[in-house]
């Protein structure tokens, strides 16, 4: 009768409801991003295509399975509050491995192209490990879950071993960033065109923004579960935090398709001035779209290689491949 009294539906099952409705709303922009993806990037190399294909799976596994855990609660053990707090429905911790399963692909990929770009280990090697960590940890909290009978001892057990969760992840995110954005402004001090510091300008700008949005998902997170320890605001923001990790990634590839757009609006309004008509601004050829992925190409080619085009000028050239 006093989990009864102390039970508050509006702070455990009114917010995590909220959150998994959010997620849903974010899984329709999610199928919307890959849509996009599928439609104007055909050419893209396999193993993308299959990286993009294997994330967009897991999510919708990830969203099911929260879906069966509210239902669980909600419904199932309507009338019975004190199971709330009780042992939890299985497929919750296996939304848990498989935001640890989505989150450690798309850093791995992230991570891949920092290799890529600058040719060196040290920082791919150690956004790698903090990746395969992410998921040994997932493992570690999720296997006790499954056994356990009380969520607030649970809590209380595991807490070293979730809030190891969010600071790696947190980490590697911040560090997946930060180093991207300093390799794209070595490249932009390169640049001697306007147009092309242009594009790179507004790389350095999504990085930013795609690598915070994710970092500070995880930290908000870290935060309700380390000071609000009597609700469920920390199992929202989790909701949700995995279909940050999935936008950012499709994000980033669909972006080709602005850049370049913004590169043939720039090159149509200098070109005229050369006497050349405006039909003939840009050229785009199979071979540039087919010759690898972008991030597969060394520092000493052209920054213009992360916006996924091909770009001829008089007397100079930059090829720019799709990211893959």
Not at 141 to 165: G, H
Not at 181 to 204: E, M, Q, S, W, Y
Request: aromatic share 10%; hydrophobic share 50%; charged share 15%.
């Amino acid at each position: 009768m006093a989990s009864v009294v102390t039970f508050d539906a509006n702070t455990t099952l009114g917010i995590f409801e909220i959150g998994v409705l959010v997620s849903y709303v974010l899984l329709g922009v999610t199928a919307t991003q890959a849509y996009i993806y599928s439609s104007r990037f055909p050419d893209d190399s396999f193993r993308l295509k299959a990286l993009v294909a294997f994330v967009c799976l897991c999510e919708v596994a990830h969203a099911i399975c929260l879906g069966h855990t509210l239902y669980a609660m909600t419904i199932s053990d309507y009338g019975h509050p004190e199971r709330v707090l009780g042992a939890v429905p299985k497929s919750f911790p296996t939304a848990v491995i498989l935001s640890g399963i989505i989150g450690a692909s798309v850093q791995g990929f992230f991570s891949s192209r920092i290799y890529r770009l600058s040719e060196k280990l040290c920082i791919p090697i150690l956004c790698w490990t903090m990746s395969f960590l992410r998921v040994v940890l997932a493992i570690v909290v999720t296997v006790p879950l499954l056994r356990e009978t009380s969520v607030p001892k649970y809590e209380v057990q595991w807490r070293w071993a979730l809030t190891a969760v969010w600071i790696v992840n947190t980490l590697n995110d911040l560090t997946i960033a930060v180093t991207l954005v300093i390799i794209l402004i070595g490249r932009r001090k390169n640049v001697a065109h306007k147009r092309t510091t242009a594009l790179v300008d507004k790389l350095i700008l999504w990085t930013i923004e795609t690598g915070m949005l994710t970092s500070v998902a995880s930290m908000i997170t870290l935060a309700c579960f380390i000071a609000m320890k009597d609700n469920f605001a920390w199992v929202a923001f989790f909701s949700v935090s995995a279909r940050f990790i999935s936008n950012s990634l499709l994000a980033n590839l669909n972006s080709r398709a602005t850049l370049r757009a913004m590169d043939q609006v720039n090159m149509s309004l200098s070109f005229p001035t050369m006497g050349m008509p405006a039909s003939n601004n840009v050229q785009m050829s199979k071979a540039g779209r087919d010759a690898g992925p972008e991030w597969a190409r060394g520092p000493s080619e052209s920054v213009a290689a992360v916006d996924g085009l091909e770009l001829t000028l008089p007397n100079k050239s930059w090829s720019c491949e799709p990211s893959s």
